[in-house]
């Protein structure tokens, strides 16, 4: 797996851990908090540097591949013209890996490779795909590719769509850490309308997801959401009902992107077929989110 | 320029050449029929290996790039897996172009990028993109891609969809090769019914209109066609008129695949815009290509 010291990546490699797999955990920078063990090797490699995919998948030779890095800087990722050398990253680290005998894999898009402007349920196979953005055109770009490698190759390929993750280890900068953030210090919550409907999955619901993709051999997109609608507002108030700081929340003081969709959900059928369940709803999930960051002040 | 020993390659070479340009030519071979001069340099470079174009770019520092080289191979290109790797060298060199200050791009596509089931009259930009092939896949996956690099480093980017090149070089498997040399040894040209309208352009026009689109710093994507549909029948009897050799040809006894479209011509009125204008008309070409595969024998 690559990305292992990601908000997502992190949590991947625990699950893997848990259930026994033998994880090669790649890293875009040397890690000090764990230590190889029987299970698990960690590897701190440069998958932007040419010749690096290959000079690690000749030493690992993996079976199965959870890619998982990328650009992902809050807010600069959108647009960096680092996105587009990890496509070209990536496709290299698809060849590595089927050259060293390579046999699945899993790989990760976005809910940004969809046309926003639409009725705002995305379905896989049926939603068009608009990216409007140089991450949701290089993601998208992306699967065209990986999609194409997994028929050259006779390999399956799955491309996990990601939706709104939230829990440990989330960016600071992101909606949840940032209210959660704001209220524990007692300062005032800048939000915008807040009338959004977002898919919002806990991150340990999102890593389980990707870890049934690896488990069934799946092949295709998708969604990897909780299916269900729910309102921003919601979610800030929510959080600051379990703080006890509804005074300090201040809606419509964050102006709206002109572009920023009313509704965005994912229909999460094709993961529900391949027997994945979600463990935490909402109020469990953010109630987790909210422990986890009381534990790092 | 990249693909310089190739069919189109071979043509530009000498155009850019005889206009005065200072020319860093790419094989992907060692070559021995040209040596370095004042205005031309050559360099033997596989850039399908991870950091071939880094170095590259780093000792030439090219101003300008016109991308030719991919997978050529008759027949094997439509379908090789090699296809994915010209995508991911295509971005490789286009990063590597930019770092070392770059300033204009014009890269090769393909009509095979269009949905081939329409009218059969390609309009860039009107047109539906839709790849059949694992090759007009990958050449249309670049197109997105490289319109994004040009945009995120603001750098003119040009796509040329080629059409139907013919002419000195081409592979002696393709149509007009194929026929001419059937004939010219008093064998029989086994075709097709020979109904098919195609776009055929001589292969100096081809050139030609590619370093146009470089002196014009064109931006988007540009057919290369003629405009003018000729049927292959026409093509194939108009050869064997000229070698005395009607008699040798069997039209109908090769199949024409499914998915062959009756029609499929470039709309070239964004190239013609661009000040380009053919030189050779559909017989002034053919004799011209007559005359070079005469002196091959």
């Known amino acids: 797996m690559t990305g292992a010291g990601g908000f997502i990546g992190r949590h991947v490699l625990s699950q893997l851990r848990d259930a026994g797999w033998e994880v090669h955990a790649v890293y875009s920078q040397s890690h000090t908090y764990a230590a ?161 409907l977002r898919d919002l999955l806990h991150v340990a619901d999102v890593a389980a997801a990707l870890v049934q993709l690896l488990r069934v051999d799946a092949r295709g997109a998708f969604n990897i959401g909780s299916g269900q609608p729910t309102r921003l507002r919601e979610v800030i108030e929510y959080l600051a009902r379990q703080l006890d700081a509804e005074h300090l929340l201040q809606f419509g003081v964050v102006p709206v992107a ?3 969709p009313p509704l965005l959900i994912a229909d999460n059928q094709r993961l529900l077929a391949t027997g994945w369940q979600p463990r935490f709803d909402l109020h469990s999930g953010l109630n987790d989110a909210l422990a986890w960051w009381r534990g790092q002040i």
């Open 258 to 260: 002109a572009n920023d």
């Open 36 to 196: 190889d063990n029987e299970k698990t090797a960690h590897h701190a490699v440069n998958l932007l540097l040419p010749g690096a995919a290959e000079s690690l998948c000749k030493t690992v030779r993996p079976q199965c591949l959870l890619h998982l890095a990328w650009c992902a800087k809050p807010g600069g990722y959108w647009t960096s013209p680092e996105n587009l050398s990890w496509v070209r990253a990536t496709v290299e680290l698809l060849e590595a890996f089927q050259h060293h005998g390579g046999e699945q894999a899993v790989l990760v898009g976005s809910c940004a490779e969809y046309d926003w402007s639409g009725e705002g349920v995305c379905r896989e196979y049926q939603t068009p795909i608009k990216p409007a953005t140089p991450y949701g055109r290089s993601k998208n770009a992306t699967r065209e590719l990986a999609e194409l490698f997994g028929e050259l190759h006779d390999i399956p390929v799955a491309w996990a769509r990601i939706f709104h993750a939230y829990g440990p280890y989330e960016a600071p900068a992101r909606l949840v850490p940032a209210v959660i953030g704001a209220l524990l210090k007692g300062e005032s919550a800048r939000c915008s309308h807040g009338e959004q």
